[in-house]
């Protein structure tokens, strides 16, 4: 169940007219901060606001009609639940999406203004993949799973393929990790085409799960954690996701919550964009100077859902 880089390829063909081509974003300031070329994937211009609807449209189209006639089910803090709901319109399908109760409201309020049934669920006591696997048995849905799926690995590779056309080779790249789907995909786009180049993960602090599984050498679970960058919130590595993560990452560094808010200002204030929390942390490492980088290095900023109030609350801390 792992993906290569013809996989990507062929998710890249498939996202074809559908997704966005995202910009690469330069800052001369950004690169006297970190003493190094920073090439920065925008993928918050992505369709629906983060890179997640790249690896759900790729895993939803390639359903059969029967499935998509029947409809999808899905589990998400809030991107991926907003990317299903519009691959599901896109296809002509419905989603019914399982959210923490603690999600923000934009998030679902933009998944059920996609056309989605939105449930929702305690993220702190009760288990998601069970409660979306009894869901979509009970009503025949199809479960597309935010990483833990070869389709949706392969899709959110699709972005590094691009970032690669778009500034050429890179020395290292930088990949917020979650559930980590993100980074598969990425790793197997980038080390398929760059065996040298240097894969670098980012998580929160105290969601340090896939750095503590790659030490451990096998997975390992974390509480919850209650952090701000609350799309990368897992308890534990997905098991394919880990598979290809543990041969192709080089490192992963961790952030704390004030640098991520300091990131997204530096964004807002320096580069004019605005960007969410989960998608922050790869700039928050370079930026924090917990990454020592150097040549030309890639950063991953892969979503800018966020609401006004949130935003401002956070740039306020």
């Known amino acids: 169940m792992s993906i290569t880089l013809a996989d990507v390829h062929d998710a890249a063909e498939r996202l074809k007219g559908v997704a966005h081509r995202t910009p690469v974003l330069r800052s001369r300031t950004l690169d006297a901060f970190v003493g190094a070329e920073v ?156 065996p040298g180049i240097r894969m670098i993960g980012v998580e929160p602090r105290e969601g340090d799960d896939t750095k503590r599984s790659l030490d451990a050498g096998e997975r390992v679970a974390v509480p919850v954690s209650r952090t701000v960058a609350d799309g990368l919130a897992a308890p534990t590595p997905g098991e394919l996701t880990f598979e290809v993560n543990r041969r192709l990452v080089d490192e992963i560094a961790l952030v704390g919550d004030d640098e991520i808010c300091d990131a997204m200002r530096f964004a807002f204030e320096r580069m004019r964009i605005v960007i969410e929390p989960s998608g922050a942390t790869g700039l928050a490492a370079l930026l924090s100077g917990r990454l020592k980088v150097s040549g030309r290095v890639g950063v991953i900023i892969s979503g800018g859902n966020i609401d006004v109030t949130r935003f401002v609350t956070l740039l306020s801390r």
């Open 39 to 194: 090439f920065v994937k925008a993928e918050n211009f992505q369709r629906m606001g983060a890179f997640k609807f790249r690896g759900a449209y790729n895993a939803c189209a390639r359903l059969t009609p029967a499935q998509l006639a029947s409809g999808i089910a899905a589990y998400s803090s809030g991107n991926h639940a907003q990317a299903v709901a519009l691959a599901a319109q896109e296809l002509g399908s419905h989603a019914v999406i399982l959210m923490p109760e603690d999600s923000p409201a934009s998030k679902r309020a933009a998944a059920e203004g996609y056309g989605a049934e939105v449930l929702t669920f305690d993220r702190y006591g009760e288990d998601r993949i069970a409660l979306a696997g009894a869901l979509a048995a009970e009503r025949g849905l199809t479960l597309i799973p935010p990483y833990e799926h070869p389709d949706v690995m392969a899709g959110q590779g699709t972005a590094t393929l691009e970032l690669l056309e778009q500034a050429g080779d890179l020395d290292a790249l930088v990949v917020p990790v979650g559930g980590g789907g993100l980074m598969a995909g990425s790793a197997t786009a980038a080390k398929g085409l760059l």
